[in-house]
């Protein structure tokens, strides 16, 4: 038991024999059906961690997959705006009900709940991570074949009660090439290892752009060390994403789920493969 132990595992990364006997893993509503769980992981805020949430999601829908999103960045929420939903959650059935993409993918995200999108969150941790709890607890997720939790990023309070209390089926890295790429794949990669969840692939977003003119790929930021990095921690599938306005505009503009060039649709692929994900 830790030093100063306060009984309550679900703050504590302590592996110590009280934590053995108790399963952490919350339960989710008892309307909702979920098959696989994805966490989306980053260092840092700002290398396309939403994005890549955004687009694998629309990637698994345009696949047929009953996909869902939980925002679990409840502080800088992103995932509404990035497919253009103005309704708010409404409660139903003992449960709050996700919204829906125009395409039909389900969403919870603090900021379909708040009455403005503009207004902040100023909370302390714990009050964050019980609300990243009861988007699993008290949100009704109909038949979903696929989530993608969008994480706060770094590994703080909230990805520990994440990590802990829900049942991933694996995470997903998102890093860029000037992000310090080894080390923050090593803490990521040594998080997930600590809460033996397997890691299934990683994205080297902002990666590159392509010229305009003659399509060559033009390394922004130098050469890229991703395959190796990947290599070392023996992560097999490696997405490498350009910077692309047309991207940045689709977000901007709530219309994600319409961008024509999907860049993930291969890696999900691969990942719903892992998965063995059946429709
Ligand atoms: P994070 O969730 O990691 O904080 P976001 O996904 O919100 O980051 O992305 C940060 C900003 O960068 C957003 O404005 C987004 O539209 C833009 N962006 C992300 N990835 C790309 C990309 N590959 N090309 C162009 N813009 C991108």
């Not at 700002?46 to 939980?70: D, R």
Request: net charge negative; with cysteine; charged share 20%.
């Amino acid at each position: 038991m830790a030093e100063n132990c306060s009984h309550d595992c679900s703050s504590c990364g302590e592996n110590c024999s009280s934590r053995k006997s108790q399963s952490l893993k919350k339960q989710p509503h008892a309307l909702s059906r979920i098959k696989k769980v994805i966490a989306v992981v980053s260092g840092k805020g700002g290398v396309g961690k939403s994005m890549t949430s955004a687009m694998l999601a629309s990637a698994s829908n345009k696949k047929g997959f009953n996909t869902a999103i939980m925002d679990a960045d409840i502080t800088g929420p992103s995932i509404p705006k990035m497919f253009g939903l103005k309704e708010r959650a409404m409660g139903g059935e003992g449960g709050i009900l996700p919204v829906e993409t125009e395409s039909g993918i389900q969403v919870m995200s603090m900021n379909v709940l708040l009455d403005r999108e503009d207004d902040p969150v100023v909370w302390r941790g714990a009050l964050i991570s019980g609300t990243v709890l009861q988007f699993w607890t008290d949100v009704i997720w109909h038949d979903v074949d696929i989530m993608f939790i969008d994480m706060p990023p770094g590994t703080g309070d909230v990805p520990l009660t994440i990590f802990q209390s829900l049942p991933l089926d694996g995470i997903i890295i998102v890093t860029t090439p000037q992000d310090l790429v080894g080390m923050i794949v090593g803490k990521a990669v040594k998080m997930a290892n600590m809460m033996n969840i397997p890691i299934l692939g990683i994205v080297e977003n902002m990666s590159y752009i392509t010229c305009p003119d003659c399509g060559k790929k033009i390394d922004v930021f130098g050469e890229s060390h991703i395959e190796c990095v990947a290599l070392e921690h023996g992560i097999s599938e490696v997405l490498r994403v350009p910077i692309d306005s047309q991207l940045t505009r689709a977000a901007d503009s709530g219309k994600v789920e319409e961008f024509g060039r999907n860049y993930y649709a291969d890696f999900f692929d691969k990942i719903a493969e892992r998965l063995c994900l059946k429709k």
